[in-house]
């Protein structure tokens, strides 16, 4: 037993510094675990729950295609699902104006159930859009937590980007 004072009153410094470095040690296999093994949830969590209730069926696709079509200058419309997100994308040919083509946009969601507006984001993309000579595209977004219509952008398109 005295050898074991003698030890640690010789010791002291290490003994403390010892403590400190078995404390960093557990404190960082905590953090570890916590932070890359300690939960395997979903990336997203559970905002992407309701839409498995309500998922996009291929008739409203087909609704939002032909609504979309029915302007004799759309040649191509392409819709994507990413999660609770839908993109439409629409190119359109030389002629078709913003007013018109904001009116197309606020069409396609009026063919959005109310519950599916509550649940998915909407994008709508329409490039080749004429106002005053200009080619432009113009994007109309809703958020699922908003309760309005499409918000739009419009952004020039130079003549370099547009033959791309």
Same mark, same amino acid.
């Given at each position: 037993?005295?050898?074991?004072?003698?030890?640690?009153?010789?010791?002291?410094?290490? /003994?403390? /510094?010892?403590?400190?470095?078995?404390?960093?040690?557990?404190?960082?296999?905590?953090?570890?675990?916590?932070?890359?093994?300690?939960?395997?949830?979903?990336?997203?969590?559970?905002?992407?729950?309701?839409?498995?209730?309500?998922?996009?069926?291929?008739?409203?696709?087909?609704?939002?295609?032909?609504?979309?079509?029915?302007?004799?200058?759309?040649?191509?419309?392409?819709?994507?699902?990413?999660?609770?997100?839908?993109?439409?994308?629409?190119?359109?040919?030389?002629?078709?104006?913003?007013?018109?083509?904001?009116? /197309?946009?606020?069409?396609?969601?009026?063919?959005?159930?109310?519950?599916?507006?509550?649940?998915?984001?909407?994008?709508?993309?329409?490039?080749?859009?004429?106002?005053?000579?200009?080619?432009?595209?113009?994007?109309?977004?809703?958020?699922?937590?908003?309760?309005?219509?499409?918000?739009?952008?419009?952004?020039?398109?130079?003549?370099?980007?547009?033959?791309?």
């Amino acid at each position: 037993m005295n050898k074991l004072k003698k030890f640690l009153r010789e010791n002291k410094v290490l /003994l403390v /510094l010892a403590i400190i470095l078995i404390l960093w040690l557990v404190a960082f296999v905590v953090i570890v675990i916590i932070f890359f093994y300690g939960s395997s949830k979903d990336v997203y969590g559970n905002r992407l729950d309701n839409i498995k209730d309500l998922p996009i069926t291929e008739e409203l696709k087909n609704d939002i295609t032909d609504t979309l079509k029915s302007e004799a200058l759309i040649n191509k419309v392409v819709i994507n699902i990413k999660g609770a997100n839908i993109f439409i994308n629409v190119n359109c040919d030389d002629g078709l104006k913003i007013d018109n083509a904001k009116k /197309l946009g606020e069409s396609v969601i009026t063919l959005f159930s109310e519950s599916l507006l509550k649940v998915y984001d909407i994008e709508i993309n329409i490039t080749n859009v004429l106002n005053k000579d200009k080619k432009y595209l113009i994007v109309g977004t809703r958020n699922a937590n908003s309760d309005g219509n499409l918000v739009w952008n419009e952004y020039s398109l130079t003549e370099s980007s547009a033959e791309e």
